[in-house]
């Protein structure tokens, strides 16, 4: 009796990383500015982000770290849990914070970025993610140019 219950056991957690599809990310669509606080940004960040799954997607954490033109801005975090619908293809808001390293540096690489036409930016760290009983930890590292 224990080996059936074993095997049933076995093949609905086979059966369910089976079941697994790649849940499509798009481009941010929009960033809102909430604030400063000592030397946190805290943003929005608008991401369209399509769901196939039978099953919602939370995202756990988020431990990035942001380089604007190859030089280390920030760290960006989020402990809130978002939960991304089963079955969906929706816009979600993401709230963000930007720890800064420190409040006169991150002033000092804005004010050279208002003069700028290009940016380049890198986000490289991971995100933790569940989706059912599984948790993962994805590993980013993406880069893109903001042009003004």
């Known amino acids: 009796m224990k080996k059936i219950i074993y095997l049933i056991f076995l093949t609905l957690i086979f059966n369910s990383c089976a079941m697994y599809k790649i849940v499509d990310i798009g481009s941010v669509s929009d960033v809102d500015f909430k604030g400063i606080k000592n030397n946190i940004i805290s943003l929005d960040i608008s ?11 939370k995202i756990k954490s988020v431990n990035l770290d942001l380089y604007v033109n190859d030089k280390l801005f920030g760290k960006i975090k989020n402990n809130n ?26 002033a000092l690489q804005m004010i050279n970025l208002s003069n700028s ?10 995100v933790k993610a569940r989706g059912l009983i599984f948790v993962k930890k994805i590993e980013v590292d993406e880069n893109s140019i903001i042009e003004f």
């Open 81 to 106: 849990n978002i939960k991304f619908a089963a079955k969906s293809n929706n816009t979600y808001s993401l709230p963000v914070d930007v720890e800064m390293k420190s409040v006169l540096s991150g």
């Open 117 to 126: 036409k290009n940016i380049k930016v890198r986000i490289k760290g991971n």
């Open 47 to 57: 991401l369209p982000i399509k769901n196939p799954n039978l099953y919602s997607i």
